[in-house]
């Protein structure tokens, strides 16, 4: 779909809910004075302008995620905007609803000599108008405490898997792991590098990145090279690309500038350290025991691009004990991985970053995308396969989280 039509779409359907919003708003403004109310109304359409152009912006290029301004204040404002005026609406038309259910009833069904009618028209109820608007005020708290206090609140998580082929001169192999980076949506580096600090004291013996640097451009990863660079760890650190390293999601002047970007990013790699796997693997070898690090491209389902070439990565490698491998979308594994390389013993993904919003208490989980993915944060075991899903480190679109914090991620492999 042309993304002209996508903007229009947005347009007309953001229309039509600040129309309706408004007439919860004209009620309870109702009796206030004339100036008061004209003012309220004067502020309501001021926002509204202001969500419309983050919307024209980011549907027809513009500032686009290139611009600082764009992803620290008009995209945050965007999902706020938008969400807080969607629970308005819910309450609004549950209300209409109602009202239009007995209007109609009260048309097809006599009223009865002395009781009195229904009143004309099909007013709002004053009540639930006020309902409405406290409704709102409920995503705004939620997702304004999500970008100040959660966006960069991390989580270590820690967890073992048990591999009966697994050398004995890798039993307690501690794996870091960080995804989804995303690093030009940072708004406080000192968290960022809080995060980087937590990941080093967990003294992981290798350090896995699967993908997804940046958002579009590699120069967007600049200003945290000296941050991402401390990541360090005795076997080496080793990353893949993910689905936004490719540049595909903006315009570009040629496909040549697309392509240099690309090299750009390749080479950020380079300058932080870490030993980039485009379709190959790394022997890790401890004393007689080989251990195979496979990375492979972006390869995904559901319309993502799949640059990825797992038999190319996989040759070589049939010799290892054991098979670790590196591919940033976790639909990956049902669609490939699982059914045609039987012996890859993990998989390391990301991508999904748990969706950003959802419900995490103890052992139940909840969030949107589990909609869009079977294995979307955690671990997860088919047979004698595992496959861990990090739930991303950074955040795009939506610049915070609600219920599922950015993760980092320590895995110990111990022989079963």
């Not at 403004?29 to 004209?38: C, G, V």
């Not at 108008?129 to 206090?149: E, H, Q």
Request: hydrophobic fraction near 45%.
């Amino acid at each position: 779909m042309s993304r002209y039509i996508v903007f229009f779409l947005l347009i007309f359907l953001s229309l039509l809910m600040d129309f309706y919003v408004y007439q919860g708003v004209k009620v309870l403004t109702l009796h206030l004075k004339p100036a008061t109310r004209e003012i309220i109304h004067w502020i309501y359409w001021g926002i509204t302008s202001l969500f419309l152009v983050s919307v024209f912006i980011s549907s027809l290029g513009g500032l686009g995620f290139q611009n600082v301004f764009f992803r620290r204040v008009l995209l945050p404002f965007f999902f706020i905007n938008f969400t807080t005026k969607l629970f308005a609406a819910f309450f609004l038309l549950l209300d209409d609803v109602v009202r239009v259910f007995r209007w109609t009833f009260h048309r097809i069904t006599p009223t009865p000599v002395g009781i009195p009618g229904p009143s004309t028209g099909i007013s709002r109820s004053t009540f639930l108008a006020k309902t409405a608007m406290a409704a709102a005020a409920v995503p705004i708290l939620t997702m304004g405490y999500g970008i100040v206090s959660s966006a960069h609140d991390y989580k270590v998580r820690r967890i073992s898997i048990k591999l009966p082929n697994l050398p004995s001169a890798f039993h307690g192999l501690r794996i870091g792991q960080l995804s989804d980076i995303h690093s030009g949506s940072f708004f406080d580096k000192i968290a960022v590098k809080r995060g980087v600090e937590m990941l080093l004291r967990e003294k992981a013996d290798i350090i896995f990145f699967t993908g997804d640097l940046v958002n579009n451009t590699a120069d967007e990863v600049d200003a945290h090279v000296d941050v991402f660079d401390k990541i360090k760890a005795p076997l080496g650190v080793y990353s893949v690309l993910g689905n936004h390293d490719y540049g595909d999601y903006i315009s570009w002047p040629s496909l040549d500038a697309k392509r240099k970007n690309l090299q750009a990013l390749c080479a950020a790699h380079q300058q932080l350290g870490w030993q980039l796997l485009l379709n190959e693997h790394k022997m890790i070898t401890q004393g007689r025991d080989q251990l195979a690090v496979i990375g492979i491209e972006n390869w995904g389902t559901g319309g993502f691009p799949k640059y990825g070439r797992l038999d190319q990565a996989y040759r070589g490698t049939e010799g290892a004990s054991v098979k670790l491998l590196l591919s940033h979308d976790p639909s990956h594994w049902d669609a490939q991985i699982r059914p045609q390389y039987p012996d890859v013993d993990v998989t390391f993904s990301g991508h999904t970053h748990g969706g950003q919003v959802g419900i995490e208490v103890s052992s139940f989980k909840w969030s949107p995308v589990q909609y869009r993915y079977k294995q979307w944060a955690g671990l997860y075991q088919e047979e004698t396969q595992y496959l861990y899903v990090n739930r991303g480190y950074g955040y795009i679109g939506y610049p915070g989280r609600i219920g599922i914090l950015p993760e980092i991620t320590v895995v110990e492999l111990e022989k079963a």
